[in-house]
Structures are given as C-alpha cells and as structure tokens.
C-alpha cells in the first residue's frame, strides 16, 4: 500500500490487526484454562490469577515456578537491511532483545529469572553458515543472559525452508524461574486505590511495532540510512537493544519493596498499564521524554498521540505498582542500576481507563481485550 508523504499510516495499515489477533488469545486461553487440573496428578496445582497474565505461575509446595515465550517479531528484518547497508552484524543487540522479551515478561509476577532456552529457526542451513552473523548472535546472547542471572540451558536451531524465507531467521526465547518466597509474587491482589505508577525508562522501540517503523522506512529520503538526529541514522536507532528490567526488580526485592503489579509496555502501547482485570482508574499526569526514534516515526507516519501512545512504549518501557511512599525508592533503586526512571501518577477507584491528561488521551476498558 502506497501512502502520500504526510498522510497517517497505522500500525493496521501495516498489517497488524489486534481485533483479528487478541479473539484468538482469547480463545487460547479458554482452552489452555481446561489442562490446568492435569498438574493435580504430581501434587502441583496452578495460580489461576497468573492466567491472562505476563506469565504462567505453577505452584510446586515451597515456591512458585513462573515460564513464559516469547518470540522477537520483525526487529531482526531491520538488522539484516542494516547489514546488507552497512556491513556490520547487529546480531548481538537482537540476542539481547530476544531475551528481553521473555524476561520482561517473566519478572512481572514477581519471578526471578533461572533458566533461558533458545529458539533460532532458519530459512535454510546457509544462515548458520555466515560465522559473524552466528558468533554475534552467540556472543549476544550469552551476554544478554549474564546481565540476566540466567542460565542458557541450551535451544533448538532447526532449517524449516519452505517456512521461514531463504536468509531470514526467526528468533524465540523461553524463560523459567522461581518465586521464592512466595509472598514476592505480584498478581495486583495488593492494587489498590492511591498506588504509585512508576514507569522505567525504555532505550527506543524496543522490539514491538518494527512492522509499522519498517514502513516508516519507506517515506524517508535515505530510507533506514536517513539521518535522525546528529551522527544517528534510523536504522540504528530502531537496533538499539531492548533495556533488562530484571536487575531492577531484583534490587526492589532486595530492598523489600512490595511490587503490587508490573506491566511490561510492550504491544499495544500504554494500553498495558491497565491489564489487571480489576476495575481502577490509571491517571498519568507526568511523561517520560519520548525517544528520538519514536518522536520520528510517530511524524512520519503523521500518528495522533492516541495511536502513537496505544502502539508504542513512547519512553516507558516498564511499569512498576507500589505504594506511593515507596514511588521515590522505586526511582532511586532503578536509577543506580542504569534506568531512569519516574513517577508518572497514581491509580484511583473508578472504571476500567488509561487516562493520559497532558495528551488528553484516553483508553476504555474495550480498547485492550487480553482475556
């Protein structure tokens, strides 16, 4: 599809329909909720809140043990066009947000990270053959998982040609770990009226809404060449690594901080503040500056600030719940681990919203439709 320079471009104009994408999670979940008695048979049983959440929650007598994947999407399309445009291997940020992506997601019911398992599938054999590409790859990942804690226990790296394209691949991470003890898990049952929301910093795009910055791509000059800001081309922007959350809410454990919920801002944007099924109001009345690259695309593609904020984490990678004396040593704990981070407001009784007031933006309970 063609689009006139100036004219709004959205993320279901590039091909992402979350009405098409969220029924079917839906409907998953519904299934998957049905195999949950299995686990009585070995004397484990599952936390029926983690359900619908960031992360599955099993418990197995003195601890809880927590899993999630996650797949990295469309993010290593850029890094391969960078390559072809620059010759250099991005490989080593893409790793790190692979691991990201299932990490991220696994901390926010209060789990530590142990155990990491790689998914590198293929276009071909031929993939593996390009020594840079795979050593950055592996240098990458391993590193991503030291700064994690967590063990790599090892992966699957099949060639599915017919499936993936000839010289793509398609990259997945899973991720284990442990609620111990089990009073750090953080399903919201302690949510309430008059809680901080804390939101921690993202490096750029992270690794979600790639599909719709591809297009971007297409309207500058010089496409991901194209200059954003001094000595920064957009290409690299959109590749810088995805930010580990993990070690900051390793220190807010440490600290003994209660983390009433956590959102991982990942799809559907802002919209994730809101994903715990209770009925509360998120009133924001501070924002994080916004980073160069998503100020440029949400320009380009001419996105009002209730699309751009409801695609993309626009500066907030990560949101931490907890009580509002404790929102000044969120902040500080989170900085002296290398992430900024801010108090952006405060959850109050009323229906089910995202209420932004500086942006006079606002998403309804229907706007995010997750279970």
Sequence with gaps: ???????????????????????????????AASTGAQLLRHGFHEVMASRGESAYVVDVGPFLIASIVECLGSKALVADEMHRLTGRSYYDGIAQDTIAMAVNDLITVGATPLVVQAYWAAGGSEWFGDSARAQALVEGWQRACLACGVSWGGGETPALAGIVEPGRIDLAASCTGIVAPKSRLSLGDELGHGDAIVLLSSSGIH???????????????????SEIAPGLSYGDALLAPTILYSPV??????????LHYCANITGHGWRKLMRHPAEFTYRIDALPAVPTV?????????????????TFNMGAGFAVFVKFDE????????????????????????????IIEPLSVRFGADSLALR
């Design 327 to 354: 929102a000044s040593r969120v902040i500080e704990l989170a900085r002296s681990h290398g992430v900024d981070a801010m108090l952006a407001g405060r959850i109050e009784a009323g229906p089910k919203q995202v």
């Design 249 to 258: 809410t390793e220190a807010l454990h440490q600290a003994g901080i209660s």
């Design 294 to 310: 998503l100020h440029h695309i949400q320009q380009t593609a001419a996105l009002d600030a209730e699309q751009a904020y409801s």
């Design 207 to 225: 690794a979600n809404g790639l599909t719709l910055a591809r297009k971007v791509a297409e309207r500058l000059p010089q496409g991901y060449l």
């Design 1 to 31: 599809m063609n689009h006139a320079p100036g004219s709004p471009l959205t993320y279901e104009e590039a091909g992402v329909h979350y009405d098409v994408i969220d029924p079917l999670k839906v409907q998953a979940q519904r299934a």
